[in-house]
Every structure is written in C-alpha cells, then in structure tokens.
C-alpha cells in the first residue's frame, strides 16, 4: 500500500510537470522544448547510473525500479528478474552446509548466467555480476568462515568415531578384567569352602560317636595283646 501511494505521488507530480511544461509550451514553445529536453536528459542519465549498478552487480533500490517501471519498462522486466535471482541464490547460501557446498552452488548459478549469452547478452552481465557480489558478501561472513571444507569434517568425523571405538575397547576390556577378577574371587572362594567342609567333615569325624567307640577297641585290643605277650 506504500509503495503504491508513493506511485500515485510520483505520478502526480509527473503529472504537473507535464501540465506546467505544456502551459509554457503555450507561453513559449522554445522554453518549452528547452525544458523537455532537459527533463529527458535527467531521466536518461540516471537510467544509464541504474545500467552501471546492474553492470556492478549492485543492488536496486526501490526509487530506481519505480524510474525503471515509468521510463524503461524492458530494462525494469530484466532488473527485476536479476533481483528476483539474487534473492534466491541468497536464501540457498543459507542451506549450505559445508564450504564446497558454497563453491559448488556459485558454479551452478555462474552456468545459468553464461547460459543466456547467445540470446541475452546484457542480461547474462547483469547475473554474472549480481552472482558475483552475493557471493563475495557471503564469503567475507561469519556463517562461511565458520563452515568447514568437507575433508576437515569428514576428518572430524572420523576422529570423532575413533575416540568412540577407542573408549568401547576400554570399556570393554575393563569389562573383561572385571569377568577374570570375578572368576579369580570365585575359584578362591570355591577353595575356601572346600577346606571349610574338610576340616567340618574331619571334625565331625572326631567327635563322633563311632570314631571314639574305633578308638576305644583299638585300645583294649592293645591292652590285651600286651598281656598275652
């Protein structure tokens, strides 16, 4: 709605200038045309400024594609079309990921403007040049230089997956040292219990009845055979 009530002013006042170099063409026909031609002069100059700009690969503004719009409407169709072109290799340069994703992506846009040459030489200039800026801005940001090139991610990468392979095997060899500390603990253990039971066995042995009773006649037989001798 602004940029519309701006047209409507811009083409107001255009339109009093008209009306006032018509009222002096009837006044004088010579001032009159003195004043058109300089009017025109104007309008030209700053049209071939907007030539320069698009040549530079540098950015419209919204004054000078309304002049465009008004004065030069083919040169308009082909500055808007390299705004529009601008705007989307912009917005991919956000989706990259890596710096050769960058390179790649400015060599794909570079194709499609050279790809105009034979029937649009004017208009490949023009996208060679806007391609050429966006991608210098971009590059000397902090987003680019905090990318990296694919082969130090993938060395990152591969560190990274090593430093995990190496913190499994210690993981699991401390795992093993623990299985060989439990089977050690236990064959000790096994080994206690059996002297446990042994001396439990021989000394239930002793206490019991049977063995002092085996004790007893072994000494009477004893006594007996000392006698008979």
């Not at 994703?101 to 004017?122: C, G, H, P």
């Not at 800026?133 to 090139?149: C, G």
């Amino acid at each position: 709605m602004m940029i519309q009530g701006i047209t409507n002013i811009n083409s107001y006042l255009n339109n009093v200038k008209m009306q006032t170099i018509w009222n002096l063409n009837k006044q004088d026909p010579e001032k009159a045309r003195i004043e058109k031609e300089r009017r025109q002069q104007e309008i030209a100059k700053k049209i071939a400024d907007i030539r320069s700009k698009l040549k530079f690969g540098k950015k419209l503004s919204d004054k000078e594609l309304r002049l465009l719009k008004e004065h030069a409407p083919d040169l308009y169709k082909k500055a808007e079309a390299v705004q529009q072109e601008r705007k989307n290799f912009k917005e991919q340069l956000k989706n990259c990921k890596t710096k050769e994703d960058v390179q790649r992506l400015f060599s794909q846009k570079m194709q499609f403007a050279m790809s105009m040459e034979k029937t649009d030489q004017e208009m490949t200039e023009y996208l060679t040049s806007a391609f050429q800026d966006e991608h210098a801005t971009f590059t000397a940001s902090d987003d680019y230089k905090n990318m990296k090139w694919e082969v130090e991610q993938t060395t990152e990468v591969s560190q990274k997956k090593k430093t995990t392979k190496n913190v499994d095997e210690i993981y699991q060899e401390v795992l093993n040292r623990a299985e060989k500390l439990t089977c050690h603990f236990d064959g000790l253990e096994d080994s206690v219990k059996k002297e446990v039971i042994s001396s439990t066995t021989l000394e239930s042995k002793t206490n019991s009845p049977t063995f002092d009773n085996y004790q007893t006649s072994s000494k009477e037989k004893k006594s007996t055979f000392t006698k008979k001798a």
